[in-house]
């Protein structure tokens, strides 16, 4: 067998080169986004629509089948594991699936699992994240007002969404916030945004509204570019780009009056189709080779029809093979139909 011993987090482990996943343009695919629910307690405005038909609870794969694909994609080369939704900490016994992927850090074949959480059931799990090996969580936090918070998540709290930032903390879970930066609602908000989150040792990364799935409100009345953001930020802070990295689409740049570090994730103004490794598994079994692309494999159909890994292994390597060079994501007045018609929540934020 052709191996590579690798090196990861301190752990050595076996990897076999002829399984590893290069997509067709040499890009290795190390990186697995996993949405284990469409549901949320929230309705973000620019992510859902307020009254939202959620997929039937038979259509889900179940937790262990969920681990059964994971354990797959890490087998051929994924490294790092992020779970997302919806909101993930909504999905019954959830905590299962996140001990069974610890398991899988301790034993070296997998450097880092991750999620992405609006934190409002993060109180309650922090602790058991952080024993499971979760050491890093994105919380996503448009804004520090609680009447606009509720207004733009509009059943949100934003008293348990820090209550729930505070216990990571306490855990030892080093937390990073994501706002979507927004014309006339949140931007004016981002300078104190990002001292508090620096103040409180963690980074903050701004987002770009994104056209995916129907709602209430034409995405153009707040899209903002983050390049006019961050004209806007040196007016008031020294902003230097750096190279620093943690697997995803960041782009970061360095705060000198705060000392701490800003993100800028630019799907539409500046793509980072170029430097892809990720490919997102929804809570069906459906992989999404691309974000903003339609072409999707059933892996589900692969993992209920056979107990044999190599059969779904081949599976994922057609479908990796399919894998597009980038996102077709347009918004202007002429564009305002969102360039995919399924929403954030079913693909995993």
């Known amino acids: 067998m052709n191996t590579a011993a690798i090196v990861r987090s301190g752990a050595t482990a076996l990897v076999d080169r002829s399984a590893l996943m290069i997509d067709p343009f040499g890009r290795a695919i ?33 937790l262990e089948e969920l681990h059964r694909l994971c354990s797959a994609f890490i087998a051929k080369g994924v490294r790092k594991l992020r779970l997302t939704g919806g909101e993930p900490l909504v999905r019954k016994n959830i905590m299962f699936l996140v001990r069974e992927l610890g398991r ?46 509720h207004q733009i998540t ?31 609602f949140n931007d004016a908000e981002i300078p104190d945004l990002m001292r508090w989150a620096h103040g409180r040792d963690m980074d ?12 209430e409100e034409d995405r153009t009345d707040h899209y903002m570019p983050l390049s006019d953001m961050r004209r806007k930020l040196e007016e008031q802070f020294t902003l230097s780009d750096i190279a620093y990295k943690t697997g995803g689409p960041a782009r970061y740049l360095e ?29 069906t079994g459906t992989l999404y080779m691309c974000l903003g ?26 479908a990796i093979g399919r894998k597009p ?25």
């Open 293 to 318: 692309q339609n072409d999707a494999a059933d892996l589900r159909t692969a993992l209920r029809s056979s107990d044999d890994d190599a059969y779904l292994g081949q599976v994922i390597d057609e």
């Open 30 to 62: 190390t990186y697995l986004r996993v949405s284990v629910t469409d549901r949320c307690d929230f309705r973000c405005t620019y992510c859902m629509a307020e009254h939202m038909t959620f997929l039937p609870k038979k259509d889900l794969l179940t």
């Open 255 to 283: 705060v000198a009056e705060t000392g701490g570090r800003l993100g800028l994730i630019t799907p539409m103004t500046h793509n980072f189709c170029e430097s892809c490794n990720r490919v997102r598994l929804t809570c």
């Open 204 to 215: 903050l990364t701004l987002i770009e509204t994104m056209p995916m799935g129907e709602i």
């Open 104 to 149: 899988e850090i301790e034993a070296g074949r997998l450097d880092e699992l991750t999620l992405t959480t609006n934190g409002s059931q993060l109180a309650k799990h922090a602790a058991e994240l952080a024993e499971c090996g979760v050491r890093r969580i994105n919380v996503s936090l448009d804004t520090l007002d609680p009447a606009k918070f």
């Open 154 to 184: 509009r059943w949100g709290d934003l008293g348990k969404v820090i209550e729930g930032i505070d216990a990571a903390q306490a855990a030892g879970i080093k937390v990073k916030i994501n706002a979507v930066a927004l014309k006339g």
């Open 325 to 349: 060079k980038g996102h077709d994501f347009i918004i202007d007045r002429e564009h305002n139909r969102p360039a995919v018609a399924r929403h954030m929540s079913v693909t995993g934020g």
